[in-house]
């Protein structure tokens, strides 16, 4: 009993100094992967919560261990806690793809994804978000008298990013409870607010309509909410919130996308494979190197992949683009896949025309990146490249860069 305790005790040490093949010959000898130290943490907590260790907590999952093995104690918790608190994005990406539940609380009535926004760490609230979640993207959101942010003057509207996921795990035939968050930007870890969705009354956008608005009203605080599409043209990516606000996801289910190794360093724009422990929700997320984004790729004719909004504001026949979604979809899908547009502050609204701004910013083509923008595609009236470019998309594919309507003509601008 004492040799079978020193074995245990022994791959714990060996896991605190990083040694994994001794971590794999005593576990070979019997030796437990699930002895505890003096506050309660096993091999793999101990793993998880420490940036250096992500090959050890690999290697302890391949060999068995419990991935929800939970610490008592105020700040205890399960191993996606722990990685969570540290902003480890990566430890959580592994857990999460090798069953880890996110919506263990611990003993101060926190989930991982609560931890993380407490702790501000952005990339792991967007990495656990994109597993569970049934909707996320950007969306307009008006606010003044009557509605959220009551305290404007005046009507106004703002570009946001909602996200809506379960409070807890679904268990069919129950209805989900579902939640709707909403972020000033994805760039935030704290939401701006959640509505509890059961305790709300949506009312259904007419989409039947040119500029269709879904209002949500929270019975609990008497807030009014009211959201339409990014662009005038976008009435798709409200047709999804409203969709999933009901209960339907929107996102690919995880059993879909399976089978390829998370953070192969070698597989460019690569993404974590989805297996999240609920089959029925899970979806596309952003590939990222511990310290920077990769660039969104947006696949065309993809129902499943989130769309790249565009901007319509309301100087007539302007066009911004907003911030780079942290979206991306799954390189396995064959579709061809183009850039999205470069990133722009979703508030400012700003137009370059024959290098004169109109807004108080320049803007330039985005296609070049380089020339200004002096031209317009006929008949959906984008502003959003040089005329140059314009003229060479209009002869291999003829869509527009914006919306991807045919280009019938492609009309130069003069700015005064």
Same mark, same amino acid.
């Given at each position: 009993?004492?040799?079978?305790?020193?074995?245990?005790?022994?791959?714990?040490?060996?896991?605190?100094?990083?040694?994994?093949?001794?971590?794999?010959?005593?576990?070979?000898?019997?030796?437990?992967?699930?002895?505890?130290?003096?506050?309660?943490?096993?091999?793999?907590?101990?793993?998880?919560?420490?940036?250096?260790?992500?090959?050890?907590?690999?290697?302890?999952?391949?060999?068995?261990?419990?991935?929800?093995?939970?610490?008592?104690?105020?700040?205890?918790?399960?191993?996606?806690?722990?990685?969570?608190?540290?902003?480890?994005?990566?430890?959580?990406?592994?857990?999460?793809?090798?069953?880890?539940?996110?919506?263990?609380?611990?003993?101060?009535?926190?989930?991982?994804?609560?931890?993380?926004?407490?702790?501000?760490?952005?990339?792991?609230?967007?990495?656990?978000?994109?597993?569970?979640?049934?909707?996320?993207?950007?969306?307009?959101?008006?606010?003044?008298?009557?509605?959220?942010?009551?305290?404007?003057?005046?009507?106004?509207?703002r570009v946001i990013?909602?996200?809506?996921?379960?409070?807890?795990?679904?268990?069919?035939?129950?209805?989900?409870?579902?939640?709707?968050?909403?972020?000033?930007?994805?760039?935030?870890?704290?939401?701006?607010?959640?509505?509890?969705?059961?305790?709300?009354?949506?009312?259904?956008?007419?989409?039947?309509?040119?500029?269709?608005a879904m209002n949500?009203?929270?019975?609990?605080?008497?807030?009014?909410?009211?959201?339409?599409?990014?662009?005038?043209?976008?009435?798709?990516?409200?047709?999804?919130?409203?969709?999933?606000?009901?209960?339907?996801?929107?996102?690919?289910?995880?059993?879909?996308?399976?089978?390829?190794?998370?953070?192969?360093?070698?597989?460019?724009?690569?993404?974590?494979?989805?297996?999240?422990?609920?089959?029925?929700?899970?979806?596309?997320?952003?590939?990222?190197?511990?310290?920077?984004?990769?660039? !969104?790729?947006? @696949?065309?004719?993809? +129902?499943?992949?989130?769309?790249?909004?565009?901007?319509? #504001?309301?100087?007539? =026949? $302007?066009?911004?683009?907003?911030h780079l979604s942290?979206?991306?979809?799954?390189?396995?899908?064959?579709?061809?896949?183009? !850039?999205?547009? @470069?990133?722009?502050? +979703?508030?400012?609204?700003?137009?370059?025309?024959?290098? #004169?701004?109109?807004? =108080? $910013?320049?803007?330039?083509?985005?296609?070049?990146?380089?020339?200004?923008?002096?031209?317009?595609?006929?008949?959906?009236?984008?502003?959003?490249?040089?005329?140059?470019?314009?003229?060479?998309?209009?002869?291999?594919?003829?869509?527009?860069?914006?919306?991807?309507?045919?280009?019938?003509?492609?009309?130069?601008?003069?700015?005064?």
């Open positions: 009993m004492g040799q079978k305790q020193s074995k245990d005790r022994l791959l714990y040490q060996y896991v605190v100094n990083g040694d994994i093949g001794g971590i794999q010959f005593l576990s070979k000898q019997g030796a437990s992967l699930e002895w505890k130290d003096k506050q309660g943490k096993t091999p793999l907590i101990v793993a998880a919560k420490d940036p250096g260790l992500y090959d050890v907590a690999k290697t302890l999952i391949e060999l068995g261990a419990n991935v929800n093995a939970f610490c008592k104690g105020s700040h205890g918790g399960t191993p996606l806690h722990y990685a969570a608190k540290e902003g480890i994005e990566r430890t959580v990406a592994l857990l999460l793809l090798h069953g880890a539940n996110a919506f263990v609380k611990n003993h101060e009535n926190r989930t991982p994804l609560d931890v993380a926004r407490k702790n501000g760490r952005n990339l792991v609230v967007r990495e656990i978000e994109g597993r569970i979640c049934y909707f996320s993207g950007y969306i307009r959101e008006t606010f003044g008298p009557g509605f959220s942010d009551a305290t404007s003057l005046q009507m106004s509207s990013w909602v996200v809506v996921v379960p409070r807890s795990l679904h268990k069919p035939p129950k209805r989900p409870e579902l939640e709707l968050v909403i972020y000033s930007t994805p760039q935030d870890a704290e939401p701006r607010r959640i509505v509890l969705l059961r305790k709300s009354k949506i009312k259904e956008p007419r989409f039947d309509q040119p500029s269709p949500i009203l929270d019975k609990r605080t008497g807030i009014r909410y009211k959201f339409s599409p990014v662009s005038y043209s976008d009435k798709q990516q409200l047709r999804r919130l409203y969709n999933a606000c009901k209960g339907i996801s929107q996102v690919k289910p995880a059993s879909a996308q399976m089978g390829v190794e998370p953070w192969d360093s070698s597989v460019q724009n690569s993404e974590p494979p989805r297996n999240s422990w609920d089959h029925t929700i899970s979806s596309p997320t952003t590939w990222r190197t511990p310290t920077r984004p990769s660039p !969104p790729m947006t @696949p065309i004719n993809n +129902p499943w992949a989130q769309e790249s909004p565009r901007i319509m #504001k309301n100087i007539p =026949g $302007s066009w911004s683009a907003p942290p979206l991306h979809t799954d390189i396995r899908h064959s579709e061809t896949i183009v !850039p999205s547009a @470069p990133p722009l502050v +979703p508030d400012t609204e700003t137009v370059q025309i024959s290098g #004169k701004d109109v807004a =108080g $910013s320049s803007s330039s083509c985005v296609v070049c990146w380089e020339a200004p923008v002096e031209a317009a595609c006929v008949p959906c009236g984008h502003v959003s490249s040089c005329l140059s470019c314009l003229q060479e998309i209009k002869s291999k594919n003829g869509v527009c860069p914006v919306c991807r309507a045919h280009i019938d003509q492609v009309m130069k601008l003069y700015g005064i």
